[in-house]
């Protein structure tokens, strides 16, 4: 469960106060995947952040129950000159799972082969990905924040990290920004819609489409 108690966010911006929530009071329920909608410069990736606790309202109260998840995939917070395994332990510590099992999932999951044991600084950057999304996936939260990126890779691991990415969500909630509308129906069941500072949700997701399409002046097909 995600609930929003009078929360407001503003940024200072050249042409003034850009305002991300005004005074926002909602909730998104316990164990729905619910897809974030909204125009460019929304404010999503923000509203993501302050979900996670990487970013603070400026008034009011973002309450959460159980675990939430970094953003999945991310690969921004890796020490460079730890190895894949010690980044992995540190993450499984700071976490409270167990680390050996995380390990052995991330090494055998990421297919990094030898790597897994070499500096994180070596890594090409669909490494660091790899890296991120099995450590992500490897954790049972009971909330997963995914902005835009779900898989990298060839087919075949994007196919296996889809996979194990659904059968975390059998168990799991989630919330979802992409700017793919089939991506949207097919992970999620449900919407929110951000839209000049309000957060509307919709316990049917193609109601969150509708009115998203209403917003922007755009028809699904185009």
């Known amino acids: 469960m995600i609930r929003f108690r ?11 106060r850009k305002i991300i929530l005004d005074d926002v009071s909602t909730t998104f329920p316990p164990g729905k995947a619910v897809g974030l909608l909204g125009r460019n410069g929304a404010g999503k990736s923000t509203l993501m952040d302050m979900i996670g606790g990487t970013a603070k309202p400026d008034s009011g109260t973002i309450e959460t129950t159980g675990t939430v998840s970094w953003p999945v995939g991310f690969a921004g917070s890796f020490n460079r000159q730890m190895t894949g395994a010690q980044n992995t332990k540190f993450v499984a510590r700071i976490y409270g799972v ?25 890594y090409s950057s669909g490494m660091k990905s790899r890296l991120a999304f099995g450590i992500s996936i490897g954790i049972p939260f009971d909330t997963y924040l995914v902005d835009e990126v779900t898989a990298v890779g060839d087919a075949a691991f994007k ?45 049917d997701v193609e109601e969150a489409i509708a009115q998203h399409h209403e917003n922007m002046g755009t028809d699904e097909d185009e």
């Open 6 to 16: 009078n929360v407001t966010k503003t940024f200072a911006t050249p042409e003034g």
């Open 98 to 122: 167990d680390t050996g099992e995380l390990q052995d999932f991330v090494k055998d999951f990421a297919e990094l082969g030898g790597h897994f044991h070499a500096p994180v600084r070596t």
């Open 159 to 203: 196919r296996k990290s889809r996979i194990a990415f659904i059968n975390r969500m059998k168990g799991a909630g989630a919330v979802f920004v992409t700017h793919s509308m089939t991506q949207l129906r097919k992970f999620c069941t449900a919407g929110a819609v951000l839209e000049n500072g309000k957060l509307t949700y919709y316990d």
